[in-house]
């Protein structure tokens, strides 16, 4: 969830051990280990604004060991 601007994207699928899901917000894009998952994906695609912005993460399920969030600047 982007608290700043209050959007929330929603991913309904798991992710296993071992695996990476990798959400790609500009090009709206859900990999599952490099698996199309795109279709459990609802909600707003969120584009953070210039400055600071809040982010919310949470899980349904509580054993989930660690998760990275990683922004990058589109030019262009």
Do not use: C, F, H
């Not at 959007?7 to 599952?32: F, H, R």
């Not at 809040?54 to 600047?73: C, G, L, V």
């Amino acid at each position: 969830s982007d608290l700043t601007s209050n959007l929330t994207l929603y991913y309904s699928g798991s992710v296993g051990e071992g695996q990476t899901l990798t959400i790609d917000m500009n090009n709206k894009t859900a990999l599952l280990s490099g698996l199309n998952v795109v279709g459990n994906v609802s909600g707003d695609w969120v584009a953070l604004q210039p400055g600071n912005n809040r982010i919310s993460y949470t899980t349904d399920n509580n054993d989930a060991e660690s998760s990275t969030i990683k922004w990058q600047e589109v030019v262009g």
